[in-house]
């Protein structure tokens, strides 16, 4: 098993940035597929970025050209660099491992991670 920390959420204007981070700790997770997903309010959790060990990189429509993830195994973290923020982004964000005979391989369902953190908030105000 791996415990995932998110931090870095907060309150932010319209037009604005934050940077996610999920710091990984126990098992390494070098060699799995890691995921960042995002929960509004009445809504189900949905995929925003999937990240593989060897570069395989999937984004959400909603997140295409205005987020980044990225990750660094020497330091188990894997981040999301959200800019030009929109009031829809507002959400709980959450990391996640995926697990499974496919682990290394990106997926955008939530049922393939395995580990979760606990989530940090992002508010965007108008």
């Known amino acids: 098993q791996v415990q995932l920390v998110e931090s870095g959420g907060g309150l932010v204007q319209a037009g604005g940035s934050l940077r996610l981070s999920c710091a990984a700790s126990?098992?390494?997770?070098?060699?799995?597929?890691m995921g960042w997903f995002r929960q509004a309010p009445g809504k189900e959790r949905e995929s925003v970025a999937t990240?593989?060990?060897?570069?395989?990189?999937y984004y959400a429509d909603s997140a295409k050209g205005r987020f980044t993830i990225s990750r660094d195994d020497a330091k188990n973290t894997v981040y999301l660099q959200m800019n030009s923020l929109k009031p829809e982004d507002t959400a709980v964000y959450y990391c996640?491992?995926?697990?499974?005979?496919?682990?290394?391989?990106?997926?955008?369902?939530?049922?393939?991670?395995?580990?979760w953190g606990q989530g940090t908030q992002v508010t965007v105000s108008s």
């Open positions: 126990g098992r390494t997770f070098s060699r799995y597929a």
């Open positions: 996640a491992r995926r697990g499974g005979v496919s682990s290394e391989v990106p997926s955008t369902q939530s049922g393939d991670y395995v580990d």
């Open positions: 990240i593989s060990w060897y570069g395989s990189i």
